[in-house]
């Protein structure tokens, strides 16, 4: 595990609950560049511990505060309801930008699988509702379409740790109406256009039925001119990114989002 300058437990109060999130400094400055991340696990499982070692990681190497969000999860809490932690947890940060040694105008969001799906829908919304402004979109192997049906998931929906019928159990789980997986804040992958969001890294594995969805999703930004830069790790699973210590590839695609935030950190 990383050290880092400093890291602090908080909740940020919403309408009847509250939404626990972790931040990490990696040093004293002030007006750092941040970045607002969830955690995979198909929207039914995953918390703050799940993401410790990415999150400091990519505060030391990347240079900016990380706020990491525990979401409210599934099946107890459906959708839309972790979109709405999701988007409000942002808001959050561009509200408390300061008094979180940010700088308001360089946030960036991303997150892993379900987290990654969590971080295009709230591009949308933030989008749909003028705010807040976004510099970035870090997206690891995200989750993009209900009605995936590509050929990853079919050549790699076994054998390579996620598999195809664990994406039916955890759609099962999340939606309340198999209806809302052709919502955009379900689905990014089916909104109408994704003109407008903000530039983003795609990172896909290879040997990940979510492949091929995550791919789609990376060249219709490029499509409706979003600057995208799209990454596959030959020979990576699913959650390699998770597994930098053990893993190439995870140190690969860690260093290599690093980068891509250090960049987005420079641009206003």
């Not at 959708?79 to 947890?89: C, G, H, I, K």
């Not at 959650?239 to 206003?268: S, W």
Request: with cysteine; glycine share 10%.
């Amino acid at each position: 595990m990383q050290e880092v300058a400093r890291v602090e437990n908080r909740t940020i109060g919403a309408t009847g609950h509250s939404i626990p999130i972790r931040v990490y400094w990696s040093s004293t400055k002030e007006n750092l560049p941040v970045l607002v991340y969830f955690h995979g696990g198909g929207f039914v499982l995953g918390n703050l511990d799940m993401v410790d070692r990415p999150c400091r990681a990519l505060a030391n190497a990347a240079e900016c505060v990380v706020v990491s969000v525990d979401y409210r999860l599934a099946p107890e809490h459906k959708f839309p309801l972790p979109v709405e932690d999701a988007f409000r947890a942002t808001e959050y940060v561009a509200q408390h930008a300061k008094e979180l040694g940010a700088d308001p105008s360089r946030i960036s969001i991303g997150g892993d699988s379900a987290g990654a799906n969590l971080s295009a829908a709230v591009t949308l919304r933030a989008r749909e509702q003028g705010g807040p402004r976004l510099a970035f979109q870090l997206l690891v192997y995200p989750v993009t379409d209900y009605d995936d049906d590509r050929p990853s998931l079919h050549e790699y929906g076994e054998g390579h740790f996620l598999t195809r019928a664990g994406m039916r159990w955890f759609w099962g789980h999340y939606l309340p109406h198999p209806a809302d997986g052709q919502n955009p804040d379900a689905s990014p992958l089916k909104a109408k256009s994704l003109r407008g969001l903000p530039p983003a890294m795609v990172i896909t594995a290879e040997c990940d039925p979510l492949r091929d969805q995550g791919e789609a999703y990376a060249h219709k930004l490029r499509d409706a001119g979003v600057a995208v830069r799209l990454k596959r790790y030959e020979g990576a699973i699913h959650a390699f990114f998770h597994m930098g210590g053990v893993i190439d590839a995870g140190r690969a695609a860690l260093a290599d989002a690093a980068q891509a935030l250090r960049e987005a950190g420079v641009r206003r």
